[in-house]
């Protein structure tokens, strides 16, 4: 649920920026000093809204494990019109910003799995909807400039609905038919065994073999990684989270512009 906060408390938290999306925002500006301009005040914008000097920053860089699980991932997505001052855009916000990436996670994954398990507060930065609805606290989604909250419930149910109904963005299929009125009336008085009950929709919709094929791959393209167990599934490991902290007299020079 959207929460009226116009910024957070005074607090040392620190912010978990899904970064692509503000090179997205600001690469088709007229000039590289005008995108980089943006990006800059994008980023103090974050920082001075969560009231915090502590971020870290991530990126996606080629294709991630979710290739691997089915290669029609995206496949209906239009070809990037990325524009000539994206790759310039891309390195000045791992050089001036320290934004980092991770190969074969998107950053997605990358800011889910440091949300629960970095020892300080943190509040999740993205404008998507499957970030801030999977993943449980306090989000901030500078795309609308505005907080949410998730609970463990509403994010356990959320993970459930698009499992059930897919992503048509990401061209995952779900269950032909269920969108998300039907897979959300499903699960309105669900409490537990949300799997069991997944993966008897999927059963009966596809048939055994095919069903159980269908709902695993499924799940594994929405579920975002939360733990180090599940990155191991992968093959993939992430260090302790490495944050940034600038002053605060550099942040206070954009509190007013």
């Known amino acids: 649920m959207s929460q009226q906060i116009e910024r957070l408390p005074k607090g040392k938290a620190v912010c978990l920026i899904d970064a692509d999306s503000l090179l997205y925002y600001e690469m088709n500006r007229d000039t590289l000093e005008e995108a980089i301009a943006g990006l800059d005040q994008r980023v103090h914008d974050i920082l001075n809204q969560c009231n915090t000097t502590k971020y870290a920053g991530f990126l996606t860089q080629g294709k991630c494990f979710r290739y691997d699980v089915d290669v029609e991932y995206k496949a209906k997505r239009k070809k990037s019109n990325?524009?000539?001052?994206?790759?310039?855009?891309?390195?000045?916000?791992?050089?001036?910003?320290?934004?980092?990436?991770?190969?074969?996670?998107?950053?997605?994954?990358?800011?889910?799995?440091?949300?629960?398990?970095?020892?300080?507060?943190?509040?999740?930065?993205?404008?998507?909807?499957?970030?801030?609805?999977?993943?449980?606290?306090?989000?901030y989604n500078y795309g609308k400039a505005e907080f949410t909250h998730t609970s463990p419930d509403e994010a356990l149910k959320f993970l459930w609905v698009q499992c059930l109904m897919g992503d048509s963005t990401?061209?995952?299929?779900?269950?032909?038919?269920?969108?998300?009125?039907?897979?959300?009336?499903?699960?309105?008085?669900?409490?537990?065994?949300?799997?069991?009950f997944a993966i008897r929709k999927?059963?009966?919709?596809?048939?055994?073999?095919?069903?159980?094929?269908?709902?695993?791959?499924?799940?594994?393209?929405?579920?975002?990684?939360?733990?180090?167990?599940?990155?191991?599934?992968?093959?993939?490991?992430?260090?302790?989270?490495?944050?940034?902290?600038?002053?605060?007299?550099?942040?206070?020079?954009?509190?007013?512009?």
Not at 216 to 234: G, M, P
Request: charge should be negative; include cysteine; proline fraction near 4%.
């Open 170 to 196: 990401d061209n995952i299929v779900g269950i032909p038919g269920v969108g998300i009125k039907t897979a959300e009336n499903w699960l309105k008085d669900r409490t537990k065994d949300f799997e069991s």
């Open 82 to 139: 990325r524009s000539v001052l994206f790759p310039s855009l891309k390195e000045y916000a791992q050089q001036k910003w320290g934004f980092t990436y991770v190969t074969e996670l998107e950053a997605d994954d990358i800011v889910s799995y440091y949300s629960y398990n970095h020892e300080e507060n943190t509040i999740i930065c993205s404008p998507d909807k499957d970030v801030l609805k999977q993943c449980v606290g306090m989000h």
């Open 202 to 257: 999927y059963v009966e919709k596809f048939g055994m073999v095919e069903g159980i094929t269908e709902f695993f791959k499924n799940f594994n393209l929405v579920y975002l990684l939360k733990t180090d167990e599940d990155l191991a599934r992968y093959g993939l490991r992430l260090p302790p989270l490495q944050c940034i902290d600038i002053s605060q007299d550099e942040l206070d020079i954009w509190k007013d512009d």
